[in-house]
C-alpha cells in the first residue's frame, strides 16, 4: 500500500510537470518549447528502422531530460534569481556577436577577437552547460582552492568534460578547454533543444529542422528563447564582465533578428564560404557529434539531405539578416560591380551595425580583418599587444592544422559534386563571391 501511494504521487507529480509543459506556464521559465517537444516524441515514435528496444531507450533518455534535468535547472534558475535579482541590471548593449554558418572560420575569428580580452568577455563551455550563478561561484571557490593548494580539481573537470564527455574526435575537430571562448549554441542546444546544434542530441532529420528554425516558432516561444539567452549573458557579465562587452559566437542566425531588436547597438559580423567547401566539414563534425551524443549517426542518405536543407536554410536567412552589411573588400566589390548605388549607400552608412567578409580574406590576413572590424565599430587601430597576440594564434593555429588527426569524406564519397552544390547555392556564390 505504501509503495502503491509512493507510485501515485510521482505519476501526479509527473502529470502536474507536463500539463504546465503543454500550457507554457511562466513557472517553468527553462523548457523546450512544446512543438519542439512533440517533434522529437514523432520521431521516436516514427523514426523507421529502430526496433521497440531502441525506441524505448530514446523515449526514457527524453523523459529523464524532461522530468528531472529541466526541473533541476529551473529550481537552481529560481534561486539565482532571489539571490542575485540584481544581475538582470546589468546592460548588453554594444555586444558584438559572431554568427555565421559552421566550418567557415568563424570560431577562429571568434577566439581571436576574444584575445582583447580587456574589451570582450565571452562565455566559457561551462557557463553554458550551467547559467546558474550559484553553480559558477562554487565553481569559482574550486579554481581558488586550485591556486591556493596546488591542487587539480579543475583540470581534471577539464578532462573529464572535453575528453570523456565530448570525446576525441568532436574535440579534435572543434577543440575545446575550460576557459576557452565558447559557442553560445550549447546553450540553447543543451536545455532548450533550439538552434542547429539540437541536432547533435537526436539522430531524426526532421527534428533537427524544427530545432533549428527558430523564427518559425510562435512569437511567445521565440520571445522565451530570446529572453532565456539574454539572461544568460547578463549572468556572464555580471560574474566577470568588469564593465567589458560581450562578445558572442553562434550559429544562431534564426535568432538574430531578435537579438538586433532586443539589444541596444548590437554589431554583427559573419565570415561567409562556398558550402560546398565547407559541406563535408560539417556533415562529419554533426555526424561525429550525434554518434558521441545520441549514441546513433543518421544514415548517410537522410543526412546528407537533411545537411542540404539547412544549408538552404541557413544562406537564405544569413543573406536576409545580412542584406545591408558593411562588406569586407572582396565581396564588397563584387556587390559593387552588382550595383555600385548600393554598394556607395552602404560604405557611406558609418551606422551599419553589420560586417561581413569571406573566409579567403580571413584566411589570407586575419589581422586586417580585425583591424576591418575595428574599423566598423569605431573601435580605432589595435593596440601592440593585441597584435601581438593575433600573430602568436595564428601560430598556435597554424601548428594544430598541421597535427588533425581526422579526415573528411568527399563530395563524392556522399553521393554529390562540386557542380551541383554550387549550382544549389548558386545565389549565395554570387551575392558574396565566392
Known amino acids: 500500500a505504501v509503495m502503491r501511494k509512493k507510485e501515485e504521487m510521482i505519476l501526479a507529480i509527473a502529470g502536474i510537470f507536463t500539463a504546465l509543459i503543454v500550457i507554457e506556464t511562466p513557472f517553468l521559465f527553462i523548457c523546450p518549447p512544446l512543438p519542439l517537444l512533440l517533434s522529437w516524441v514523432n520521431g521516436i ?16 533518455v527524453f523523459l529523464l531530460f524532461l522530468l528531472v534535468g529541466i526541473p533541476f535547472i529551473n529550481i537552481f534558475w529560481i ?35 576574444s584575445l582583447d580580452n580587456e574589451r570582450f568577455v565571452s562565455p566559457r563551455m561551462i557557463e553554458l552547460l550551467l547559467p546558474l550563478l550559484s ?19 579543475i583540470s581534471n573537470l577539464e578532462v573529464k568534460l572535453c575528453e570523456n564527455y565530448f570525446g576525441k574526435e568532436l574535440t579534435s575537430r572543434h577543440p575545446m578547454s575550460w576557459y576557452g571562448a565558447e559557442e553560445d549554441d550549447i546553450l540553447l542546444a ?9 541536432g547533435v542530441f537526436f539522430p ?8 533549428g528554425k527558430i523564427d518559425d516558432l510562435s512569437a511567445n516561444n521565440q520571445s522565451r528563447i530570446c529572453e532565456f539567452y539574454m539572461r544568460s549573458m547578463q549572468k556572464v557579465l555580471y560574474r566577470r564582465g568588469g564593465g567589458r562587452i560581450l562578445l558572442s559566437k553562434s550559429h544562431l542566425i534564426n535568432l538574430m533578428p531578435l537579438i538586433q531588436k532586443n539589444i541596444s547597438n548590437a554589431r554583427f559580423v559573419s565570415i561567409v564560404r562556398n558550402p560546398k567547401d565547407t559541406f563535408v566539414s560539417w556533415y562529419s563534425l554533426a555526424q561525429a557529434g550525434l554518434e558521441r551524443m545520441a549514441n546513433k549517426r543518421l544514415p548517410e542518405d537522410v543526412a546528407v539531405e537533411a545537411h542540404l536543407e539547412f544549408w538552404d536554410e541557413f544562406t537564405k536567412t544569413e543573406m536576409m539578416f545580412f542584406k545591408n552589411a558593411n562588406y569586407h573588400s572582396q565581396a564588397k566589390n563584387t556587390c559593387s560591380n552588382k550595383d555600385s548605388e548600393k554598394t556607395h549607400v552602404r560604405e557611406k552608412n558609418e551606422q551599419n551595425n553589420r560586417t561581413i567578409m569571406t573566409f579567403s580574406e580571413y584566411l589570407n590576413n586575419q589581422k586586417g ?42 563530395l563524392e564519397d556522399l553521393g554529390l559534386d562540386s557542380s551541383s552544390v554550387t549550382k544549389r547555392y548558386a545565389e549565395y556564390i554570387k551575392t558574396y563571391g565566392l
Open 369 to 410: 580583418a580585425v583591424e576591418h572590424c575595428y574599423a566598423s565599430w569605431g573601435y580605432g587601430d589595435l593596440s601592440s599587444t593585441m597584435a601581438q597576440r593575433l600573430k602568436s594564434a595564428e601560430k598556435e593555429h597554424a601548428v594544430y592544422k598541421k597535427s588533425r588527426d581526422y579526415t573528411n569524406p568527399t
Open 79 to 113: 534561486l539565482d534569481e532571489m539571490i542575485f535579482w540584481n544581475y538582470r541590471d546589468v546592460k548588453l548593449d554594444n555586444s558584438v556577436f559572431v554568427v555565421a554558418g559552421f566550418r567557415t572560420g568563424s570560431t577562429n575569428l571568434h577566439r581571436a577577437l
Open 135 to 153: 553553480a559558477q561561484y562554487i565553481i569559482d571557490g574550486i579554481e581558488w582552492i586550485d591556486s591556493k593548494y596546488g591542487t587539480s580539481m
Open 190 to 198: 543543451f536545455w532548450l533543444r533550439a538552434g542547429w546544434y539540437a
Open 45 to 60: 515514435i516514427c523514426s523507421p528502422n529502430w526496433n521497440f528496444l531502441k525506441r524505448v531507450r530514446y523515449m526514457a
Open 204 to 211: 531524426n532529420k526532421d527534428a533537427w529542422m524544427n530545432s
